[in-house]
């Protein structure tokens, strides 16, 4: 088992900047598959950017690829996405999820990650 508890997110401009993070707790002993979700009104969840917390291996959505960065630090247990140049379009509620295998094969919708924080909303304004 392992808790996931998101912080940092805001109302920002766009083209601004935020930093999410997810503090993990429990079992952290091992690795998972960590993955940055949202969900906006009316919308199916999207998966944002994911990484396995062994090492070797990331993966972004294509509306953030070279905007988002998702990295850890495993001296804290924590899990960061970077989100620079912020628009409209990336508001929603930002969940942090885990997946106790690795990131190979995941559903993309993230129905098959069975760890959820309890999520942080962001809102970029025009």
């Known amino acids: 088992q392992v808790q996931l508890e998101e912080s940092g997110g805001g109302v920002v401009q766009a083209g601004g900047s935020l930093r999410l993070s997810c503090a993990t707790s429990?079992?952290?002993?091992?690795?998972?598959?960590m993955g940055w979700f949202r969900q906006s009104p009316g919308k199916e969840r999207e998966v944002v950017a994911v990484?396995?917390?062994?090492?070797?291996?990331?993966s972004y959505a294509n509306t953030v690829v070279g905007r988002f960065t998702i990295s850890q630090d495993n001296a804290k247990n924590l899990l960061y996405l970077q989100m620079n140049s912020l628009k409209p379009e990336d508001t929603g509620m930002y969940y942090c999820?885990?997946?106790?295998?690795?990131?190979?094969?995941?559903?993309?919708?993230?129905?098959?990650?069975?760890?959820w924080g309890q999520g942080t909303q962001v809102t970029v304004s025009s």
């Open positions: 999820a885990a997946r106790a295998r690795g990131c190979i094969g995941r559903d993309p919708s993230g129905a098959d990650f069975g760890y």
């Open positions: 990484m396995y917390s062994g090492g070797g291996y990331t």
């Open positions: 429990g079992n952290t002993d091992r690795s998972y598959c």
